[in-house]
């Protein structure tokens, strides 16, 4: 059999690409069990045969049954587990057990799924999709900022800031304070306003300042400018991601789902994750610590209410209870902390360990230095509670910037207090408006379901080409069974995220990637219904039917390509998999197709095409 030199190559091209797409499509056909994998934390910890020996007697201990224990490296090492059930509890076992008396922890323990992929396969990097929530199991949360809280948070930093500016230009004023609505800062004389003023439009360029005298005291009042606050809005969500995504790697999640949705909310799926109230615990509670001078030594339930420079905290059991009158102005906030480790003192008594920033290390020696005999109150706020966990006096000055934060702590709060303080200050409160849990055997009957009708979507479509193209027929069946093969191939390769819609898109790729193959069949027949030679229909059927089809698949792509830009979670996992679909289903339709029939009839001159019934107007007549 002689064949042509350029159809040739191109079989050969399309058989090299449907063998490499077999290839890493192949590991999504073997399935995974829940698996825990361990990784280092921390520099210098190593992965070794003496962790897993570790990890296998923590595992015995605890009558956990386990496979496949085995080391990758010294990168990490991971084993299966029967259930999700004996996943969680290997988890919780293994965090402690080899995290035991170490913050920042050691090792990192995440619960995620093992492929059965042979290790061949895996030499390749072929591997399988990630599975989405729905179809895996875990947790999703849906959380709302507060605008009121993230701008009145603005306003008390840039309080803050004015503050150490006026005092670094040692222009004299009589203190700055951030109100409800804006911030006041006052001044002794209308000279000192004035050349403060100039000096803070300058270098504030996001607040609008108004010049004030009442009863003999002089005020600027800035107030945020409207076209920034929703500038400061978004700065808060990307620093909430930012702060959710340290405290989420702090709970050994692997593949979590953390970004934006609309102007104000942002989602986190936790696969995996069962334990709701544990993840609501870390995500949503907020940490912040500030230092305030003491301006009162009395601690008493029973005082006269504070004046505007100085206000009443709460004290924490650690301090003997009762209240405390503490300065207004903030002389260092947690913003400054490079490192916090729950650690014990001298006494052997929890404590919390923070080591400051250079600048932060700075003014804290400042502080230090220019208070001695003082009393310094540190000020945790948590979810909108102030409690002075510790005021200790000053009685010398500190260079280092190393603080520590003693109070009535078990060692499992310090440790909780640190992760918080590590991880970052949500830069504003947020709550949960929607929260929902995905047991691990719904997501596997999710699955299941979706494969199902996939394949009886395909199914169907294969009966009626046949029935109705007959021969040709069968040839578009191949090539849409090659366009499955290459979108499941890209999505492993691109490691994309499969969720519920995501199959749902696969199964509308399905069906709108027929379409082509019914334009081309039906080209064919009109060349044949003109009594053009069949050899020669199949070129000017293909030939003809080209554009159309780029001009269908064209407008269906634009329509995608909007939904992933302007969509999110579900939407934009369908988006993803409908323009992949789009692309391969044009490829096979065009490409793969046309090979297919060029082998068929290579050496052939058919006196007629098995292409179903074709009607001639003229004479009623049939070429089947």
């Not at 309080?159 to 230009?169: E, M, V």
């Not at 000096?199 to 300042?209: A, D, K, M």
């Not at 978004?234 to 991601?241: E, K, V």
Request: proline share 4%; charged share 20%.
């Amino acid at each position: 059999m002689i064949v042509d030199r350029s159809l040739l190559f191109r079989a050969v091209l399309v058989l090299a690409t449907v063998v490499m797409a077999f290839l890493y499509a192949l590991p999504n056909v073997f399935g995974s069990d829940p698996a825990i994998q361990i990784a280092p934390a921390n520099f210098g910890v190593v992965i070794d045969k003496e962790t897993r020996n570790k990890v296998a007697s923590l595992l015995d201990a605890a009558n956990i049954p386990y496979t496949d224990l085995s080391l990758n490296g010294k990168s990490s090492l991971q084993f299966r587990l029967p259930s999700a059930d004996f996943q969680l509890r290997a988890r919780d076992i293994l965090d402690k057990g080899l995290n035991k008396g170490s913050n920042p922890k050691d090792y990192t323990v995440a619960i995620y799924l093992l492929s059965y992929s042979p290790r061949w396969l895996s030499a390749i990097h072929a591997v399988p999709m990630y599975l989405g929530l729905d179809l895996r199991g875990g947790v999703h949360f849906l959380f709302q900022l507060d605008v009121s809280g993230a701008l009145k948070k603005y306003k008390e930093s840039s309080a803050l800031s004015i503050r150490h500016f006026l005092r670094d230009g040692k222009i004299s004023n009589a203190g700055v304070l951030s109100r409800e609505e804006n911030i006041e800062i006052r001044f002794w004389s209308s000279e000192g306003m004035k050349a403060a003023l100039d000096l803070l439009r300058h270098n504030y360029p996001n607040l609008s300042f108004l010049e004030s005298q009442t009863l003999g005291k002089f005020l600027l009042i800035a107030t945020i400018q409207p076209k920034d606050k929703e500038k400061i809005v978004s700065d808060s969500i990307q620093q909430n991601i930012t702060t959710l995504h340290k405290r989420v790697n702090e709970l050994g999640v692997s593949e979590p789902l953390i970004q934006q949705q609309g102007a104000d909310r942002i989602v986190v799926e936790l696969p995996g994750i069962q334990d709701v109230a544990q993840a609501k615990k870390i995500l949503g509670k907020t940490a912040t610590l500030e230092m305030h001078l003491v301006s009162d030594d009395q601690l008493s339930s029973d005082y006269p209410p504070p004046d505007e420079e100085s206000f009443n905290m709460k004290l924490s059991a650690a301090a003997n209870g009762g209240k405390l009158i503490v300065n207004r102005t903030v002389l260092l906030t947690g913003d400054h902390i490079i490192r916090a480790d729950a650690d014990f003192d001298q006494n052997n008594q929890p404590i919390v360990s923070l080591q400051l920033d250079s600048a932060g290390a700075e003014i804290f020696r400042e502080v230090t230095r220019e208070n001695v005999g003082k009393r310094l109150a540190i000020v945790l706020f948590e979810d909108g509670v102030a409690n002075v966990v510790t005021a200790p006096r000053i009685n010398e000055e500190i260079p280092n910037g190393r603080v520590q934060i003693t109070g009535a702590f078990t060692f499992e709060e310090a440790s909780e207090t640190a992760l918080l303080l590590r991880a970052g200050a949500l830069a504003a409160p947020m709550e949960i408006v929607e929260e929902r849990t995905i047991g691990p055997r719904l997501g596997t009957e999710n699955i299941k379901k979706g494969v199902h009708a996939t394949l009886a979507g395909l199914l169907a479509i294969a009966v009626f080409m046949i029935f109705y193209y007959r021969l040709f027929g069968v040839f578009s069946v191949i090539a849409l069974s090659v366009n499955l093969l290459f979108l499941l191939a890209i999505l492993s390769i691109l490691q994309a995220t499969l969720t519920l819609p995501g199959i749902a898109a696969i199964a509308l790729t399905l069906g709108m990637a027929i379409d082509a193959n019914v334009l081309i069949n039906e080209r064919i027949r009109e060349e044949l219904r003109s009594s053009v030679l069949p050899i020669f229909a199949i070129k000017e059927g293909y030939a003809r039917a080209f554009s159309t089809i780029i001009d269908s698949n064209v407008t269906t792509l634009i329509a995608g390509v909007v939904l992933l830009i302007f969509g999110s979670g579900p939407v934009r996992g369908f988006a993803v998999v409908h323009c992949i679909g789009i692309l391969t289903s044009l490829f096979s339709s065009v490409v793969i197709s046309r090979t297919i029939v060029d082998l068929f009839y290579a050496n052939r001159s058919p006196s007629s095409l098995s292409i179903g019934q074709i009607w001639k107007p003229e004479s009623s007549a049939a070429n089947d």
